[in-house]
């Protein structure tokens, strides 16, 4: 788990630091990521990326290149219903004046564990 980033901290920015490019931490990994990580290819190596195509500028995507995006989102959107999930207990949504990251990282634990327990559960 990683530390707590506070501001806007753009996520990429937050990847090189915790996991420096000049070790091999994917090199073995499927690595599944949204557009914001585009650089991620020029600065990791993987065994296999799996990233959206961006619609070039006055053109559209091929045929293909939408099929593709759509694998990809339909995997992705089980990620995006988990954040989902964390949000309804306000920790990743709201403003927390608690000045002691460590007591955030617990609470954040905790309300991922109430959303795994109610997954199981439903």
């Known amino acids: 788990m990683s530390e707590v980033y506070v501001g806007k901290v753009h996520d990429f920015s937050i990847l090189k630091i915790e996991f420096p490019p000049e070790n091999d931490w994917f090199r073995d990994l499927e690595v599944m990521m949204d557009l914001g990580y585009q650089g991620f290819s020029k600065e990791y190596k993987c065994k296999k990326l799996l990233i959206p195509h961006k619609k070039p500028k006055k053109s559209e995507l091929t045929d293909d290149q939408k099929a593709e995006n759509k694998d990809i989102s339909s995997e992705r959107i089980k990620i ?24 955030y990282d617990d609470i954040l634990n905790v309300c991922a564990g109430l959303w795994n327990f109610y997954l199981e559960h439903n």
Do not use: A, T
């Open 80 to 103: 995006e219903h988990s954040i989902g999930g964390m949000k309804r207990y306000r920790i990743l949504s709201e403003r927390f004046r608690i000045h002691n990251f460590g007591l």
